[in-house]
């Protein structure tokens, strides 16, 4: 556990956890918000789900990236991914931390000008780029990425309407024979090209690489594939930046996660109990009795994360295990190491609270508990967020309690397959409406990436916490927010 985790909380768990319990990772104030008046009335006032975000580890939280670079003599440049929460207060706060922003959108890039960021600390990595993003990016002075020879001559041409160069960072393919192709860079030779002779109205800052996964060895092949092209060229840039992916831990052990893989797979042979929905398989299938596959989720333990993940990258050398390391080579060109986290910024910096608004119990005896909120307003791309969230039974004495149950967690679409998390659950204390669901560590990639107003629901309102108190985040005050 590190010092910012709160530890366990006496009677937290007590009333929901999974058949092999997943007890998320808390920070002291999510403790502290732990507490069912408190959270009714604000579902109350602003609806359920309800987002619930503190800034502050924010800072902590890069602040180990950039100690770890400083370690080795790197100069370690952060810029926020704001894909991964769209809370602009998360912005405030990484900007006040003197800290960049990574912007995938024409709106992010607008709404973080507006906030008064340095147009110097932004990047633009959005994977598609119309003009209008394009022309804000190159009259603001902000880097972007360079995803196309489509692109490219679009950037030319905008910076030429505007009598201005772009400042531009290629993206390097990954081309490593292991790995699939990926849809995001451009071939080595065409930077090598775009370093030995940029072009009309465009000046190379940096290099930009996009990387699926938290891989330590590819990162290290591809962080000296970029210093390679450095070298090779000659040419002056300001940073490589290795994007994003930087791990974390949703969970304090990993004796938990291994215990409920090794369940798991039992439950899909048939030689336990079933821990998902139907038996989903969570990215697994048996054929021929055997289980093949690999998780389709967010691996909730990882044994190196942040700083110390960071500096083994750094701490790398070329294939072979020869020549200098990517510290000592940064070092010599002169250049930063920028990256973009997300998740890992963002890491015990949220919560997302949903009220229980009625319960069924099917007719295997499994009890459903129906949550006011839908299955986009807690995930991610993943099959799945595989940590325990906090059931807060309602404090009335007169509530209907049912008797102790296992079930699942169930949402507001209406389709069969309309569960918040697959994984099924066990209640001590059994369900009662006005129960309150809490899923935590939220903020990254959870609360937004894939959120949906779908049946015309209202998306969840943001809310900030100051001081003693909860304040609307700045962008539910915008148009059609």
């Not at 929460?85 to 003197?98: E, H, I, R, S, T």
């Not at 404090?395 to 296992?406: H, L, N, T, V, W």
């Not at 169930?410 to 697959?422: F, K, Q, S």
Request: net charge negative; charged share 20%.
């Amino acid at each position: 556990m590190d010092e910012h985790a709160a530890g366990p909380a006496p009677g937290l768990r007590d009333a929901m956890a999974g058949l092999v319990p997943l007890p998320g990772r808390l920070r002291p104030w999510q403790v502290e918000t732990l507490d069912h008046v408190g959270l009714a009335e604000l579902l109350t006032a602003h609806g359920s789900p309800v987002n619930l975000i503190d800034p502050e580890p924010l800072t902590a939280n890069a602040a180990a990236l950039v100690a770890a670079g400083a370690e080795l003599g790197v100069t370690v440049r952060i810029c926020f991914a704001r894909k991964a929460n769209k809370a602009l207060a998360l912005v405030d706060q990484a900007a006040a931390a003197g800290h960049g922003i990574d912007v995938s959108s024409d709106d992010e890039l607008a709404q973080v000008l507006a906030r008064g960021v340095e147009p110097e600390k932004v990047i633009l990595t959005a994977a598609v780029k119309p003009a209008r993003v394009l022309d804000r990016a190159i009259r603001a002075g902000v880097a972007i990425s360079v995803d196309s020879a489509d692109e490219l001559a679009a950037i030319r041409a905008c910076a030429a309407a505007n009598g201005i160069f772009a400042r531009i960072a290629p993206r390097v393919a990954p081309d490593l024979p292991h790995r699939p192709l990926s849809r995001f860079g451009l071939p080595v030779g065409e930077v090598r090209g775009l370093l030995t002779d940029p072009g009309a109205h465009v000046e190379v800052v940096g290099l930009h690489v996009h990387l699926d996964g938290y891989d330590i060895g590819d990162r290290v092949v591809m962080l000296h594939r970029m210093l390679d092209l450095v070298e090779q060229t000659g040419a002056t840039l300001r940073f490589v930046d290795l994007g994003g992916g930087i791990p974390i831990r949703y969970l304090d052990d990993p004796a938990p996660w291994q215990e409920f893989w090794q369940a798991h797979r039992a439950g899909l042979l048939g030689d336990g109990p079933e821990q998902t929905w139907r038996n989903k398989g969570l990215g697994l299938a048996v054929h021929g009795g055997q289980i093949h596959g690999a998780p389709a989720v967010y691996p909730a333990w990882q044994e190196t994360i942040v700083g110390d993940w960071l500096r083994q990258i750094l701490d790398g050398t070329p294939a072979g295990g020869a020549g200098e390391s990517a510290a000592v080579r940064l070092r010599r060109l002169g250049l930063a190491l920028q990256l973009e986290p997300g998740r890992a910024l963002l890491e015990g910096c949220g919560l997302t609270a949903a009220r229980v608004e009625a319960r069924k119990q099917l007719a295997d005896g499994s009890w459903l508990a129906v949550l006011a909120m839908n299955r986009t307003q807690c995930r991610s791309a993943a099959d799945d967020f595989l940590v325990d969230p906090i059931l807060l039974p309602n404090p009335d004495p007169a509530a209907d309690r049912s008797p102790a149950a296992e079930g699942f967690l169930v949402g507001a679409y209406c389709i069969e397959a309309e569960l918040i998390t697959l994984r099924r659950m066990r209640f001590p204390r059994g369900l009662a409406v006005g129960d309150i669901v809490v899923f935590v560590n939220t903020a990254g990639y959870l609360m937004h990436i894939v959120e949906s107003a779908s049946h015309q629901m209202p998306l969840a309102r943001n809310l900030i916490r100051v001081g003693a108190g909860w304040q609307l985040d700045p962008l539910d005050g915008l148009p059609d927010r």
